[in-house]
């Protein structure tokens, strides 16, 4: 078969050399800050599950639940525990509810203003511990039967989104709601609500 006509060996050469650096081409990885919002889409992220427990716990120790308790408690020198019994996504797409509930727990701690007792699959595992502890530990070690902290007050809520969209706009909203109850009263002692809202515009030369 014989060479294009037109076509050097120094042409030839070059356009080897292309198609080797295209099949070379890899992925690039870089590291970058954690705390540092990389949007590359208009879905819920791991910044608004931090910003928006940060706010609404901050909300939340605000309200006046939490002075009337300190003073009902005067005697007692403990803080107010709180439970999360779950947060439920209502959303139109999956969200990640186990790492917004772990931010939900981190913010009230870092507060130091309430206390957070465990629940769910972790409660029953530390409880599976402290029965196998009873056969097996130490005596002077053993974590005690029945020493359990109760909960005063319990958190729960949900994640709802909508979406608008038309063209090559897309309005994404979330609206996040939690209620705080007391667990003796059945009483609803705080009530949080925070909305997202993120514009995605799709260039006119994308797909």
């Known amino acids: 078969m014989k060479p294009l006509q037109g076509f050097t060996p120094f042409l030839w050469l070059v356009l080897l050399s292309s198609l080797v650096l295209s099949a ?32 609404m716990i901050d909300d939340m120790l605000s ?17 107010p525990t709180v439970i999360v019994l779950g947060v439920r996504n ?3 797409e ?8 772990n931010d939900l727990r981190r913010a009230m701690i870092r507060s ?18 402290r029965q196998d502890q ?30 608008d969209q038309r063209d090559r706009q897309r309005v994404t909203n979330y609206q996040i709601d939690l209620v705080l109850i007391d667990m003796q009263t059945n009483r609803e002692v705080w009530a949080g609500q925070k909305r997202l809202q993120k514009l995605q515009e799709r260039s006119r030369f994308g797909r």
Not at 34 to 40: C, F
Not at 66 to 72: C, D, G, S
Not at 112 to 129: M, N, Q, T, Y
């Open 112 to 129: 130091g203003r309430v206390d957070f007792v465990a629940a769910g699959d972790v409660r029953d595992a530390i409880r599976d511990e």
């Open 134 to 163: 009873e056969f097996h530990s130490d005596p002077e070690t053993v974590a005690q039967m029945g020493r359990e902290a109760g909960a005063n007050f319990a958190l729960s809520g949900s994640i709802d989104s909508w979406v």
């Open 24 to 55: 070379c081409g890899g992925t690039s990885v870089t590291r970058v800050d954690v705390d540092e919002e990389i949007a590359l889409s208009d879905r819920w992220n791991a910044t608004d599950s931090r910003m928006v427990s940060d706010e």
């Open 63 to 79: 309200f006046p639940w939490l002075e009337r308790w300190r003073q009902a408690n005067a005697d007692r020198d403990r803080q």
């Open 94 to 101: 999956h969200i990640e509810i186990n790492t917004f509930v």
């Open 90 to 92: 209502r959303s139109h």
